[in-house]
């Protein structure tokens, strides 16, 4: 997948866990946390989506990786290359 | 084979379902009534739908309150917030022979009054609101020490101590006497930082809303089936067997059914006695014929206590004790246009002790049940007299009822006294959630589910 189908899909990932919230101006290089309203519960929200979408496996010593767009991006390239759903 | 069994769909099994199917889990969930809703479930009575425990709902937030835990659990769930149609408190009131102090969803409202009433002291209370532990914080060793103790510290008035004591106690203490500092932050939170409020259709609608999502998700839900035991094999439970002889495996059993009854349903001995009745209640429930409001009364909860030092446990000769209880008018909240109508409903709840009920044959239980309703109403006449003339039904419960719908050790509402707060037991791939996991409440309930599934269901590695 590339950069920006992946980050397409953390939107769409994001949009289904605060619905609520605009996601048009989300900023890649700022961690999540300081743009929008999540904690460490709706992380794990991302990693089973993931997982439920691609099969993808994150070890939770990765969690750390998906704190911004830029990171999240960046680690899953290499991993979501031939799992295209 | 499933991922999870979930023992019992009240609140936190539910919940626990909602987050497991939502990642395409294969669950069920057992239930031994053919209702769900267990604590907080819901009973037809003369053409009239009765929540059977509901005063009110604590942790209310506005939907924007984003780090609310109310909020959080919604967003846990993918539930919008607006579909619970939670309509805030007016106001309630703590009432002690010598003074009564008001509170509402606004905290200002509580420090204007203990200004007023306790000269001197609304900075205290105001450095006790901050001085709350964060829910992260609640397995920290000061979450035990003794509530009692540390609110004689931050306050230092007895009195006053007391009477923000007593709320907070009756709406999810299961420990008599005294109370951990770290139950006691997250309910005072709950209650005077956060508020009360009440779903505009009751209890039924959150329940619908609750297994229509589950359902929706795939997940499986078998009413009438109650568990006989918990399949265990060298140390690790493999599933259920339920009272038909039908075994369901899973890799993971999740009950909600309380901290001794799980023991008891893996066969295994009861490592934590307790040496005191388990606190329990009767409550009496009366449909008014005219607005609550109109016979001027006007607080939504009313908690009383009638003696100097407010006591906390179940009482001790008789099968009540009316010294302490809390009022609860169903129609004093702020409703919108739409929403259905609501009949007033007032309910007087106070406290009770299984035993007393359970020892009884079924013509004394009638007759206790008859003289207890009178003594029950007599209290409620002195805070809000005249109430009788209006009643237009009536309906009483008792621990006998609560033991029977719940299956709950005494007809514990708040469950054990002990908490089992990171809902591990002593078999492997078995977890606890629920009122004896510590959080209390419906939105307690549920976010217990929540944990306990993201905790041990969903971070295993052992699927896909």
Avoid at chain 2, 60 to 71: C, D, I, K, S
Avoid at chain 2, 250 to 267: D, F, H, I, M, Q
Avoid at chain 2, 324 to 349: K, M, W
Wanted: glycine share 8%; net charge neutral; aromatic share 8%.
């Amino acid at each position: 997948m590339t950069p920006a189908e992946i980050r397409s899909l953390i939107v769409e990932i994001l949009a289904n866990i605060v619905p609520d919230v605009d996601l048009s101006q989300l900023r890649d290089d700022v961690p999540f946390r300081e743009q929008l309203p999540l904690d460490s519960m709706d992380f794990l929200d991302i990693v089973m989506e993931l997982r439920k979408r691609f099969r993808i496996q994150i070890p939770e010593d990765d969690y750390g990786m998906l704190a911004s767009m830029a990171s999240a991006i960046e680690y899953l390239s290499p991993r979501l290359v031939r799992e295209k759903a | 084979m499933y991922d999870t069994v979930i023992i019992g769909a009240g609140m936190s099994g539910l919940a626990a379902g909602i987050r497991l199917a939502q990642f395409d889990r294969r669950v069920c969930i057992v239930e031994q009534h053919s209702m769900v809703g267990g604590l907080n479930s819901y009973y037809r009575l003369n053409g009239r739908t009765f929540d059977t425990g509901l005063h009110a709902v604590t942790n209310f937030a506005a939907r924007n309150e984003h780090t609310r835990p109310l909020v959080r659990l919604m967003r846990q769930l993918r539930l919008d917030w607006d579909w619970l149609r939670l309509r805030p408190q007016y106001q309630s009131a703590i009432v002690f022979p010598d003074a009564i102090l008001r509170f509402s969803n606004d905290p200002e409202l509580l420090l204007s009054q203990v200004a007023d009433r306790f000269p001197g002291y609304q900075d205290r209370v105001r450095r006790l609101f901050q001085s709350l532990l964060d829910y992260a914080q609640w397995n920290s060793p000061d979450a035990s020490v003794s509530t009692r103790r540390r609110l004689a510290e931050l306050i230092g008035e007895p009195l006053l101590g007391q009477m923000l004591l007593c709320p907070v106690m009756w709406y999810g203490n299961a420990r008599p006497h005294d109370m951990d500092w770290g139950a006691f932050c997250v309910l005072f939170r709950s209650i005077f930082l956060e508020g009360l409020a009440r779903p505009a259709d009751g209890i039924l609608r959150i329940l619908r809303l609750l297994v229509r999502r589950y359902r929706q998700l795939g997940g499986e839900l078998r009413l009438r089936s109650p568990v006989k035991r918990i399949v265990i094999r060298s140390g690790k439970a493999e599933g259920v067997e339920l009272a038909s002889g039908e075994v369901l495996l899973a890799r993971n059993v999740v009950s909600s059914a309380g901290w001794k009854e799980t023991l008891r349903l893996c066969g295994l001995p009861d490592t934590c006695p307790e040496s005191e009745p388990r606190l329990s209640f009767v409550e009496t429930i009366y449909v008014l014929n005219q607005p609550t409001r109109r016979l001027g009364h006007g607080d939504t909860m009313l908690f009383y206590n009638r003696t100097d030092q407010f006591c906390w446990q179940a009482p001790d000769g008789e099968p009540c004790d009316l010294d302490t209880g809390v009022v609860c008018a169903s129609d004093n909240f702020a409703y919108q246009e739409d929403d259905p109508g609501v009949e007033p409903v007032l309910r007087i709840t106070v406290l009770a002790r299984y035993d007393r009920w359970a020892a009884l044959t079924d013509a004394e239980y009638r007759v206790q049940k008859e003289l207890w309703r009178q003594r029950i109403a007599d209290v409620l006449d002195k805070y809000v007299p005249g109430f009788r003339a209006h009643v237009e039904q009536t309906d009483m419960f008792t621990p006998r009822t609560i033991r029977h719908f719940t299956w709950h050790d005494q007809g514990a509402v708040y469950g054990a006294p002990h908490k089992c707060r990171d809902g591990r037991l002593p078999v492997d791939k078995l977890y606890l959630c629920g009122t004896d996991q510590g959080l209390v409440g419906i939105v307690g309930a549920m976010t217990s589910g929540v944990l306990i599934a993201n905790q041990y269901c969903l971070r295993d590695g052992d699927r896909g």
